[in-house]
């Protein structure tokens, strides 16, 4: 047998070092990591290690045996880093049994062949034959995850095994075209460079796939930052929503009770002058009362919008929006004549509404304080005022139309907004609260332009009648 000249031995000897390094240090550096997928390709190597030992220091030991067990080897390094690659692209089990059916037959055949007498390239061709197939499944593995991945390193990888496909398949195509096979262990200057090539090759597979292993590690840390990120703006933004609602709480009582409080304020002034000007105290039990009324009203207000923050939506509350729009005018008519608002009404639902009472009363309120205050900016004779309500099929519509200063151009997309009002001194509460409470029982409220000057809010409701339907009789 030929032998190898001390340049091209002691390549063969550092190439080996190498190979053997590769998958043990793999193997310590991954010994705290679940990467399946990494000790499978390195398993690889290590097959490729053991092989290439055999062919340096075993075909003299081991004569007959020897060639079979390097290709059995080669093929299961090539088994290994399939199962590698395929495990990057499905979450399958591994196809065990199918890899060891492949080693054993390429086992049985190749020692059959061999002791049949077969010349030696007539054997090799087919474990040829069969790497190439392997090759070819792996490069169809990797092209894959490189296009999912865009990994750099894997381009790599993709050029060696498209060395080894070439090289192999020259060998094949030499021997059927020209009778020629060129052995390894010839050492000629066909096979030193098949043999220089493919030592190279390993190397470069194998710290190729390293820097798929750093660049997956780095993918990995980029998702994770994202998602904690995520989870810690998701936790933020869940804080921020309770502060807001504790805010928007706060904010809400404070803007309902002004009123009341105020009437309280005038009504006590009240009853200190009538105490000063004269000892006839007749008139504080009516101021007294007064007091009390606008005491329970402050109270009535809190725990109503107590109730719209921290229960759920009730739905089998109905109201009769007609009665209760006549009832509450019916209460705030001396405010309409006093301010000489021509008021028209106009109720024609005649259905009920799934809305807690309370509530559409607290939004009709908002709606009818915002017209007043709009109105007051208008000349006295240009004040109209209507409210109208109807239904159309299952739907009920409530809609308050004033002829007041309107709302500017810059306001009406954050009209519904918290904190943003279109009144000096107004707190930007009401129209919001009024959004809120609307749309947590399913309904929806929005803002229309009206000819002229004015506004105009438009409510929409479903009926009793829409989620509570019950079977017509046939």
């Known amino acids: 047998m030929a032998q190898p000249s001390e340049p091209l031995a002691l390549f063969f000897w550092s190439g080996l070092i190498i190979f053997w390094l590769t998958p043990i240090s793999a193997w310590w550096v991954l010994a705290n990591q679940r990467n399946i997928n990494a000790r499978f390709w390195f398993l690889g190597t290590a097959f490729y290690a053991l092989a290439a030992t055999l062919f340096m220091f075993a075909q003299a030991h081991l004569v007959g045996l020897a060639s079979p067990l390097i290709n059995v080897l080669t093929t299961a390094s090539l088994l290994s880093m399939i199962e590698s690659s395929r495990r990057e692209l499905s979450e399958s089990p591994a196809p065990l049994k199918t890899y ?20 030696h390239p007539e054997v090799q061709q087919l474990h040829f034959m069969a790497l190439v197939v392997l090759e070819l499944i792996l490069i169809s593995n990797i092209w894959r995850i490189k296009n999912q991945t865009n990994s750099k390193a894997l381009v790599l990888i993709l050029f060696v095994l498209l ?143 107590k109730r719209v923050f921290q229960r759920p939506p009730t739905f089998g509350e109905s109201t009769e929006p007609d009665v209760l729009i006549e009832h ?65 099929e299952d739907m009920i519509f409530i809609e308050i139309t004033d002829s007041g200063c309107g709302v ?31 749309e947590r029982h399913g309904g929806h409220i929005r803002w229309l332009p009206v000819d002229g000057q004015g506004s105009r809010f438009l409510l929409q409701f479903n009926s009793v009648e829409d989620v509570y339907a019950k079977p017509r009789a046939h």
Request: net charge positive; glycine share 4%.
């Open 408 to 438: 500017s151009e810059e306001m009406r997309h954050k009209l519904f907004t918290p904190v943003v009002s279109n009144k000096s001194g107004g707190m930007g509460i009401g129209l919001w609260l009024s959004k809120y409470m609307i």
């Open 163 to 305: 060395f080894f496909v070439s090289s192999n398949l020259y060998r094949l195509f030499d021997f059927w075209l020209n009778g020629h096979w060129h052995r390894l262990m010839d050492f000629s200057s066909v096979s030193n460079a098949i043999l220089l090539l493919n030592y190279v090759s390993v190397v470069f597979y194998c710290y190729g796939y390293w820097g798929f292993v750093v660049e997956k590690n780095q993918r990995l840390l980029l998702q994770n930052s994202a998602k904690l990120l995520a989870a810690k703006e998701s936790e933020t933004a869940a804080v921020m929503n309770r502060l807001n609602q504790a805010g928007a709480l706060s904010a809400s009582i404070a803007h309902e009770i002004n009123q009341p409080i105020a009437s309280i304020q005038l009504n006590i002034e009240e009853a200190l002058r009538i105490h000063a000007e004269s000892a006839n105290y007749s008139n504080l039990s009516v101021i007294l009362q007064r007091i009390a009324r606008d005491n329970q009203t402050c109270s009535e207000i809190i725990q109503r919008i």
């Open 328 to 392: 509450f005018i019916r209460h705030h008519q001396s405010e309409l004549t006093q301010a000489l608002v021509q008021f028209k009404l106009n109720l024609k639902s005649g259905a009920k509404l799934n809305f807690p009472p309370d509530e559409l009363m607290h939004v009709i309120g908002i709606l009818f304080r915002n017209s007043m205050e709009a109105l007051d900016q208008v000349s006295a004779s240009s004040r109209r005022l209507e409210i109208s309500t109807w239904r159309v």
């Open 100 to 119: 060891l059916a492949v080693l054993a037959s390429e086992w049985l055949i190749l020692y059959a062949a061999s002791a049949q007498g077969f010349a």
